[in-house]
């Protein structure tokens, strides 16, 4: 009995051991199950913040690439422009041109620039460069730039029809008033008598260039008053008037007894009288109107400087322009 009592004690303990065993591995079985499942979780938070950052860098990329894209396009948009404005009427290559013209081509020092010197038609001349609408030129009266409108690859050669320089014109119509409209020169030949004019606007202008005095009249106040002087002057010159006279009412007053008329403007037409109006209504102020490349010029007199001068016809309001008819 009492060996059969021991027995059962001592398996009964080995009961307890094993059940407290099992209950270990159940509990540590749990914790290692857990431990994987943070790191799991672990591992796909960084598995997500790693793709955000991808993404954020990726987009950072595409916006960084999308700018420098338009960067680039704006680039070649400018630079295009550029190419465009200067892509203008020189096409000649370099070497020999001719001036095509039917009175003058005024030789400047740049692009709109001083005017130096004159070129007469046909006359030859070295083309070294271009500029928009411009030459570039070496000429026996030296180096300068020429509008590209007026030199050909051959002599006998001459541009037909109106000359347009788009400009806001505050001269435009037959009032004078405020218009934005291109200012149009008309070249004429120069057998003409308004050819004839603009040859004596400039033999004259030419003539009074520092080398001697303008012949003013005593009541001009030595220049001051010269405007109308100097135009009858190269009208006369020209055959179209038999006198000269010392305002600008007289001056109107001639040319309407030889058949001249008032006419709207634009266009121009080189050899046209103009009449300006400045310190009082009505005409005070009078020139010749010229061509200069394909914009319109007027020679007149500088009461400042007490010479003739060219000027641009719209710098001072027209109210009058006389053509004869």
């Known amino acids: ?92 290559p370099n070497g020999k041109g001719y001036v095509g013209v039917y009175s003058y081509l005024n030789l400047r020092d740049g692009v709109w620039g001083n005017i130096t010197g004159s070129l007469y038609n046909n006359e030859e001349v070295t083309i070294t460069g271009r500029d928009g609408d411009w030459y570039k030129v070496s000429t026996s009266k030296g180096d300068g730039y020429a509008h590209a409108r007026y030199i ?24 004078g008033g405020t218009v934005n409209a291109p200012d149009v020169i008309i070249n004429v030949d120069g057998d003409s008598l308004q050819g004839k004019v603009v040859n004596a606007a400039k033999q004259i202008h030419d003539k009074y260039q ?54 709207s403007w634009p266009p121009y037409q080189a050899g046209d009288v103009v009449f300006w109006e400045t310190y009082q209504p009505g005409p005070s102020h009078v020139g010749i109107v010229m061509n200069s490349g394909n914009s319109a010029q007027a020679m007149n007199n500088s009461s400042s400087k007490r010479m003739p001068q060219y000027s641009d016809i719209t710098s001072m309001k027209i109210c009058k322009i006389m053509r004869k008819i």
């Open 152 to 175: 050909f690859d051959a002599p006998d050669k001459r541009y037909s029809g109106n000359e347009v320089l788009e400009s806001d014109n505050p001269n435009g119509g037959s009032s």
């Open 1 to 92: 009995m009492k060996k059969y009592s021991l027995l059962f004690v001592f398996m009964l303990c080995i009961l307890s051991v094993s059940i407290v065993f099992g209950n270990d591995e159940s509990e540590s079985g749990s914790d290692l199950d857990d431990s994987l499942s943070a790191a799991e979780v672990s591992e796909s938070g960084s598995s997500e913040n790693l793709d955000a950052s991808t993404a954020k860098s990726d987009e950072k990329a595409s916006e960084e690439s999308k700018s420098k894209t338009s960067e680039a396009k704006e680039e070649k948009a400018e630079k295009d422009k550029k190419e465009e404005e200067n892509n203008g009427l020189a096409k000649l």
């Open 210 to 263: 520092g080398y001697q005095a303008f012949p003013y009249d005593p009541l001009t106040e030595g220049g001051n008053l010269g405007c109308a002087q100097v135009a009858t002057t190269v009208l006369k010159a020209a055959g179209v008037l038999d006198r000269t006279c010392l305002n600008c009412t007289g001056t109107i007053s001639m040319l309407e007894a030889v058949g001249w008329s008032s006419v």
